[in-house]
């Protein structure tokens, strides 16, 4: 199974690209301004979209994608999101107002894009060929949110994200039982600004010591660090370098392909 990664940062500038992940060619998961970079060809395959939340730097190039390649396609795009997100998409963006209603384009019967509610704990099998596993992780976050752990259907380790997220231990409890082959975790402000983190429910690095501190002793798998802000990127690496060194971390960064 490949991770190509898309977007993960967690803000636009230059070579700055919000949080998308392609997974193989057929499976991308959440829908940020990364996705801008594929061809047409590869939107064109893409048959199913995960999303962990309803926040733009997650979703705002899906209804562009949509726009450029539904015409195209031989069947409606799958998006599979929490009931919150996907109440959000239809009041909020799939409105007829900011964006036409793809879900009833170009018929309610046939239309451009169907979605699918998922829960927390939910195990879904996608894809017909190389297909994959996926399940529903908890996240902690402003709006309802999840993150995935995703394997191919033949029994690969998984690659696990955490979504936008702050301290959370039922997401420890779930990660510790399964074969992590990668973690991609977030980390969007540095220390300085940790009680703008906590408010907006996201990690630091010493809130992300802390959860790190929760995964068993005997696991080991390389920790991809992703959503950093731009301007406080290397302040942000630094602070995780001194903090955890017993760990394999990493920066994430647009054009990484993860191989599992």
């Given at each position: 199974m490949q991770v190509r990664v898309l977007g993960c940062s967690g803000?636009?500038?230059?070579?700055?690209?919000?949080?998308?992940?392609?997974?193989?060619?057929?499976?991308?998961v959440d829908a940020g301004t990364g996705v801008g970079d594929l061809s047409l060809r590869e939107m064109i395959e893409i048959d199913d979209v995960l999303l962990t939340h309803s926040h733009l730097d997650h979703i705002a190039a899906l209804p562009l994608?949509?726009?450029?390649?539904?015409?195209r396609r031989s069947k409606p795009l799958r998006?599979?999101?929490?009931?919150?997100?996907?109440?959000?998409l239809r009041t909020h963006v799939f409105n007829n107002v900011i964006w036409p209603d793809f879900a009833a384009i170009p018929?309610?019967?046939?239309?451009?894009?169907?979605?699918?509610?998922?829960?927390?704990?939910?195990t879904l099998r996608l894809g017909t060929q190389n297909a994959k596993n996926i399940e529903v992780l908890p996240a902690f976050h402003t709006v309802p949110a999840c993150g995935f752990a995703?394997?191919?259907?033949?029994?690969?380790?998984?690659?696990?994200f955490s979504g936008d997220t702050e301290r959370n231990q039922h997401f420890w409890n779930r990660v510790n039982q399964l074969d992590v082959g990668a973690l991609v975790i977030e980390t969007a402000f540095s220390n300085r600004e940790q009680a703008l983190?906590?408010?907006?429910?996201?990690?630091?690095?010493?809130?992300?010591?802390?959860?790190?501190?929760?995964?068993e002793a005997d696991k080991h798998?390389?920790?991809?660090?992703?959503?950093?802000?731009?301007?406080?990127?290397?302040?942000?690496m630094s602070?995780?370098?001194?903090?955890v060194a017993q760990h394999d971390i990493r920066w994430l960064e647009a054009d990484d392909i993860l191989v599992l």
């Amino acid at each position: 199974m490949q991770v190509r990664v898309l977007g993960c940062s967690g803000a636009i500038a230059k070579d700055c690209r919000t949080t998308s992940f392609l997974i193989d060619h057929d499976l991308l998961v959440d829908a940020g301004t990364g996705v801008g970079d594929l061809s047409l060809r590869e939107m064109i395959e893409i048959d199913d979209v995960l999303l962990t939340h309803s926040h733009l730097d997650h979703i705002a190039a899906l209804p562009l994608m949509l726009d450029a390649v539904a015409s195209r396609r031989s069947k409606p795009l799958r998006v599979h999101a929490l009931p919150e997100t996907i109440a959000a998409l239809r009041t909020h963006v799939f409105n007829n107002v900011i964006w036409p209603d793809f879900a009833a384009i170009p018929s309610r019967d046939a239309p451009f894009v169907v979605f699918h509610e998922i829960t927390i704990g939910q195990t879904l099998r996608l894809g017909t060929q190389n297909a994959k596993n996926i399940e529903v992780l908890p996240a902690f976050h402003t709006v309802p949110a999840c993150g995935f752990a995703v394997s191919c259907a033949n029994g690969s380790r998984q690659w696990v994200f955490s979504g936008d997220t702050e301290r959370n231990q039922h997401f420890w409890n779930r990660v510790n039982q399964l074969d992590v082959g990668a973690l991609v975790i977030e980390t969007a402000f540095s220390n300085r600004e940790q009680a703008l983190a906590q408010r907006s429910r996201h990690l630091s690095p010493a809130t992300l010591l802390e959860e790190l501190g929760r995964i068993e002793a005997d696991k080991h798998y390389p920790i991809y660090i992703t959503h950093t802000k731009p301007a406080e990127t290397a302040e942000i690496m630094s602070q995780i370098g001194g903090s955890v060194a017993q760990h394999d971390i990493r920066w994430l960064e647009a054009d990484d392909i993860l191989v599992l």
